[in-house]
């Protein structure tokens, strides 16, 4: 199993980006995509989540109106559409997928994901 996380770079304050996270070695239908982000010294921090038929979704209250989760499962990939960008958004953003959260059950917490991705930097300029 595989997700590969990518999109991230640097984007002024108040800029838009767009991650991705590409999947392989499972069925990506069938899992949550969760995305987290981790800034040095911190833990990981929920962000957001999609249930496996993409009908749910859940936000952090720090992103919520300014982050859509979605997701293409023809393509195994979900997406992260980061606007309104703010300084303290400026971490590193992991995707992970959960089995459990597959129906529609989601969750913040990291440690109930089963696979994680690598990472991607995102950098914002104030």
């Known amino acids: 199993v595989q997700l590969q996380a990518s999109g991230g770079g640097l984007v002024q304050a108040g800029g838009s980006l767009r991650l991705s996270c590409a999947a392989s070695g499972l069925t990506f239908s069938s899992y949550a995509v969760g995305w987290f982000r981790q800034t040095p010294g911190k833990e990981r921090e929920f962000v957001c989540a999609i249930s496996g038929s993409g009908s749910s979704t859940y936000y952090a209250d720090s992103v919520k109106g300014r982050f859509t989760v979605s997701r293409d499962d023809a393509k195994a990939t979900a997406y992260l559409q980061l606007n309104a960008m703010k300084p303290e958004d400026a971490a590193v953003y992991y995707c992970?997928?959960?089995?459990?959260?597959?129906?529609?059950?989601?969750?913040?917490?990291?440690?109930?994901?089963?696979?994680w991705g690598q990472g991607t930097k995102v950098t914002v300029s104030s």
């Open positions: 992970a997928a959960d089995l459990a959260g597959g129906l529609g059950s989601l969750t913040v917490r990291a440690a109930h994901y089963d696979y």
